[in-house]
């Protein structure tokens, strides 16, 4: 009796060691292969997966979501012979899992190798100015040229970041001098054109005044209001105010005018100091 209760205990814990192996739980996101006697049969999951423990294996686990992989940094020398190091991500996904399985060894592996590749021959083929100006579709085409090599590993390559490019310290101060020097350039051109702008609408302000003697004054009274509101203790007013600005002979005209109406105002006052005088 006790023989047949150890065989039969024997007998069941054999039982469910090959069960718990029988019965595998898949997730949402993972897909396993089932080889049989080494040979592959197919892909299971998700959910419940049941073998045969004694023919059939499960290796692996594939992952199906999106992954990183943090590309190596990498030396280059652009097509002008700059000396770059280039720091990258790829993100990807493994869009069949029986590729991934049967084709290659460690997908993730080969396609950080592969990534690094295209990247050193992507950035050997352009010029530095050429890199600078276009980091973003210099990623975009290294994820055009990466995902035909990536196919026959069943691999997707959703994304090429560049992190980062580094160079030379001495090509750094040059790219920053070089861009002091544009925005200098720049700001003089604004400047000159601004110049030019203000000259033109001072000569059109020129041409109303001399047209118009009294707006000419009124400018003058303006000019005096704003003197006033300095801190100046002594304002040197021109006695002539009204013909500060005119030409000579609008100056002249001006004030033979002005002259003439004095000499009518002091007659008029004459006569009337004489009819005043008779009258007496």
């Known amino acids: 009796?006790?023989?047949?209760?150890?065989?039969?205990?024997?007998?069941?814990?054999?039982?469910?060691?090959?069960?718990?192996?029988?019965?595998?739980?898949?997730k949402e996101w993972e897909r396993v292969p089932v080889l049989r006697l080494g040979k592959f049969r197919a892909m299971r999951g998700p959910g419940l997966v049941i073998i045969n423990p004694i023919v059939d294996k499960i290796p692996t686990r594939i992952d199906?979501?999106?992954?990183?992989?943090?590309?190596?940094?990498?030396?280059?020398?652009?097509?002008?012979?700059?000396?770059?190091?280039?720091?990258?991500?790829?993100?990807?996904?493994?869009?069949?899992?029986?590729?991934?399985?049967?084709?290659?060894?460690d997908y993730n592996d080969a396609t950080s190798s592969l990534a690094q590749t295209v990247m050193r021959d992507t950035f050997g083929n352009k010029e530095f100015d050429e890199i600078l100006a276009g980091v973003v579709n210099l990623g975009k085409e290294?994820?055009?040229?990466?995902?035909?090599?990536?196919?026959?590993?069943?691999?997707?390559?959703?994304h090429v970041v560049l992190k980062q490019i580094k160079i030379p310290g001495h090509l750094e101060d040059a790219i920053a001098r070089q861009a002091a020097a544009e925005r200098e350039r720049r700001s003089r051109v604004i400047?000159?054109?601004?110049?030019?702008?203000?000259?033109?609408?001072?000569?059109?302000?020129?041409?109303k005044y001399r047209d118009?003697?009294?707006?000419?004054?009124?400018?003058?009274?303006n000019i005096l209001f704003e003197?006033?509101?300095?801190?100046?203790?002594?304002?040197?007013?021109?006695?002539?105010?009204?013909?500060?600005?005119?030409?000579?002979?609008?100056?002249?005209?001006?004030?033979?005018?002005?002259?003439?109406?004095?000499?009518?105002?002091?007659?008029?006052k004459a006569k009337k100091e004489a009819g005043a005088e008779a009258a007496a």
């Open 191 to 207: 400047l000159a054109e601004a110049e030019t702008q203000s000259a033109d609408l001072m000569v059109q302000a020129a041409d």
């Open 64 to 105: 199906t979501r999106v992954k990183t992989v943090d590309v190596p940094a990498q030396m280059s020398l652009t097509k002008d012979n700059v000396p770059i190091t280039i720091d990258a991500v790829i993100y990807y996904r493994v869009v069949d899992p029986q590729k991934a399985v049967l084709n290659v060894a």
């Open 1 to 26: 009796m006790v023989v047949e209760w150890l065989v039969a205990s024997l007998v069941g814990l054999v039982g469910l060691g090959l069960l718990a192996k029988a019965i595998t739980v898949v």
């Open 142 to 158: 290294v994820e055009a040229r990466l995902n035909p090599l990536t196919e026959p590993y069943g691999v997707d390559v959703i």
């Open 227 to 268: 003197v006033s509101k300095e801190n100046a203790t002594v304002i040197l007013v021109p006695a002539n105010i009204p013909t500060a600005a005119l030409g000579a002979g609008d100056a002249m005209g001006f004030m033979a005018g002005a002259e003439a109406a004095r000499r009518a105002s002091r007659i008029a």
């Open 212 to 221: 118009n003697p009294t707006a000419m004054e009124l400018r003058w009274m």
